[in-house]
């Protein structure tokens, strides 16, 4: 019999994010263990990078708002908003996040906040003017989804490896432009004599900077990948909770024909949201619907996986 | 949600609970002694239609079963979010729970739990005034449980299936409720129903279509 409970999960999906989480596993422990051989002298790199994901995580709510400009809504001012959400959240059993609306007209939605109890989701009002209520409902479905697998949490987490590995790069390319290789951080300069030791620094600094910048080419990679199946994740567990997938689709495919045909303004005016931080892997606090970010997978995927959903729910019993 | 879905990315979809529908009478027995209300006679079932035709199928089977049970009102609306009410009429509160538990079994056993959103009960206040109840079906007279008859409803029990909890809903005006109202029936119905604890889980639900 088709039923909402005997959907099975997605086991290349499954398998695909699994991998991924293992190989940033892999490569933070290859990195953690090459600066232990290199010496400990990267353990402020470390604490500075750890300290700046932490205000990232803890605040996530607040900057992603703030880079949204999102406003928390009363039930009274947003009934609709107010009542969709909280009927998905009955039927999910979760705790309701806070809802806020961006006044913009880039239809758009995240999630954001540290944990489901201090999450907050936002649409834009561009979002709320283009899809009809069903539409709506499918995207806040999707938007909860993202709440209750913890993304914000998640994609923190694994995009730790590339911000580490950027603040290494940028450090080394620092202190080579102001002491010239050798000169800043080898302390070879002292002695003529000892041109030995001066040259290895030199290829140690060239070794770290080359390690650094491969680590962050690969992660930025991997993290992207992530985001990725997290989005489809996201996709799937929105369209099993609401059961009408195809509505999903239909939203999707307004929301991307929609970001084809805004301005230049407009697009621009959402990158200052993504310059804001630090690596573009973490550029998004909250997790978006829209797919002009290549943290998103392509249009095309996303529908073939509601299509396929949709097949499944709607077999005859 | 355990450690493991989170890395995944996956959610289970919530089974419903089904158990905690049939304290209602006692607790309407309580309402009739403490405050003089008691169940009006009208109760929904919210749930939400997924797509496909084995849905639908399911559910015109309830209607079909639900209709061949006994001659009571049993009508079908969709509100304004998108979900489905179906609202059974039985003066008699224990074969209107008893018809409510089967339109919710009918679909958690066909695997659908996850769709259902929440029953809806309807409470009257009893007046003592037959000139007021005479506008209504007269059914037999004195009864002991619920009304009697079908009384137009004043305040909701909402019973939320994820949870297994009530909640009491009490809708004063256009999009306004009283909250003083609700704290009064909570507290008359806590020793008879698991009360929802968490009070942002109170959502409103404005046109319920339950008469």
Known sequence: MSTARNIPNDRGLTLRMFTTGLLLVLLYGAVVGLLIAVGISYALVLVIAGALLFVQYWFSDKIALYGMGGRIVTPEQAPQLHGAIDRLCAMADMKKPRVAIADTDVPNAFATGRSPNSAVVCATTGLMRRLDEPELEAVLAHELSHVAHRDVAVMTIASFLGMVAGLVTRMMLWTGMMGGFGGGMGGGGGNNGNNNGGDQAVLVEMAVLVVSVVVYAISFLLTMALSRYRELAADRSGAILTGQPSVLASALVKVTGDIARIPTRDLRSTETFNAFYFTPAIAKNGVSISTIFSTHPSLDQRLAQLAALEAEMGRPS | ?211
């Open chain 2, 1 to 211: 949600m355990g450690l493991f879905d989170t890395i995944l990315g996956r959610t289970k979809p919530v089974q419903s609970n089904l158990d905690a529908l049939f304290a209602l009478p006692s607790a309407s027995i309580t309402l009739q002694s403490a405050a003089g209300m008691a169940c009006s006679g009208h109760a929904g079932v919210c749930f939400k239609p997924p797509t496909g035709q084995g849905f639908a199928d399911m559910e015109s089977e309830v209607v079909t079963l639900l209709s061949m049970d006994g001659g009571s009102g049993l009508t079908r609306s969709e509100d304004s979010f998108g979900y489905t009410w179906l609202v059974v009429e039985d003066p008699d509160i224990g074969s209107l729970v008893t018809r409510v538990h089967l339109v919710n079994s009918s679909l958690s056993d066909s695997g659908w739990g996850p769709q259902l959103l929440c029953s809806v009960f309807g409470l009257a206040k009893l007046t003592t005034d037959p000139t007021v109840a005479a506008g209504s079906d007269p059914v037999e007279e004195g009864a002991t449980v619920g009304a009697g008859t079908l009384l137009p409803s004043t305040a909701f029990l909402v019973y939320l299936f994820k949870r297994g909890t009530f909640y009491p809903f009490v809708p004063t005006g256009h999009e306004q409720r009283s909250t003083e109202e609700e704290f009064r029936l909570r507290s008359l119905v806590a020793d008879d129903l698991t009360v929802e604890a968490d009070l942002d889980r109170w959502f409103p639900l404005w046109d319920l279509p339950v008469g």
